[in-house]
């Protein structure tokens, strides 16, 4: 499975941005994010997805490698074989989840590493950025756990970009709207190295 492992290699100079994407149908914004973040300057995009995820986007629409499951489990048969969760936290130099949907806060919040994607999370560097967007039904966003979850991933050091409100999908109107594209990509604009900074050097 070489072909994996070169995907992974590191450029000089150039910062590595992981895209997270969960089941919330804010991840219909995928192939926009993607396109938009690849115009920055200096930066590689990979993505890692949920199976869940996988049913609000069209991945012929995503111009990068998406990492799923079944690549975990493809990479890895045997002792000597990369693991996929720990190239990934390697390669990238800040972790994005956009939209991060109910479940997967729920999940990450306790610590549970049952997919890919939570297993880079788990394992994440948190001396790198990780920036999550929360996304959910209006009903979701309100429910007391949901408050106490997201501190908790501001407590571990992770970079919170809020919900907004909006007519949401199944008709609800309130908070709950993933973020716009153009605020995310404006915040990880924010965590790119200075021009006289290499991603090493940059303290977070
Ligand atoms: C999808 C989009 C981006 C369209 O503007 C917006 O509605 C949104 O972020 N929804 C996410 C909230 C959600 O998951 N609702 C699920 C049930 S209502």
Redesign the pocket.
């Known amino acids: 499975m070489s072909f994996l492992k070169t995907d992974l290699s590191k450029s000089a100079g150039t910062f590595c941005v992981l895209v997270g994407v969960t089941g919330?149908?804010?991840a219909?914004?995928l192939p926009l994010l993607v396109s938009q973040l690849l115009q920055l300057p200096g930066v590689d995009v990979k993505v890692v997805t949920t199976e869940h995820a996988q049913h609000f986007y069209n991945s012929e629409e995503v111009s990068v490698k998406t990492y799923r499951d079944k690549d975990e489990w493809e990479l890895w048969t045997q002792r000597s074989d990369p693991v996929l969760h720990i190239e990934l936290r390697r390669w990238a130099d800040l972790f994005l989840i956009a939209?991060l949907d109910a479940n997967t806060l729920g999940k990450i919040s306790n610590g549970i590493c049952d997919n890919l994607l939570t297993c880079v999370v788990r394992a994440w560097d948190t001396s790198r950025p990780l920036i999550f967007c929360p996304?959910?039904?209006t009903a979701m966003w309100q429910h007391p756990v949901t408050a106490q979850q997201v501190s908790r991933l501001t407590e571990f050091g992770y970079v919170e970009i809020p919900c907004i409100s909006?007519k949401?999908?199944?008709g609800?109107e309130g908070k709950?709207?993933?973020a716009e594209v153009s605020t995310i990509v404006s915040v990880v604009k924010q965590h790119l190295p200075k021009p006289d900074e290499s991603p090493e050097d940059i303290s977070h």
Request: aromatic share 0%; glycine share 6%.
């Open positions: 919330s149908v804010a219909l914004k939209p996304a959910m039904n909006k949401l999908v199944c609800d709950g709207a993933m």
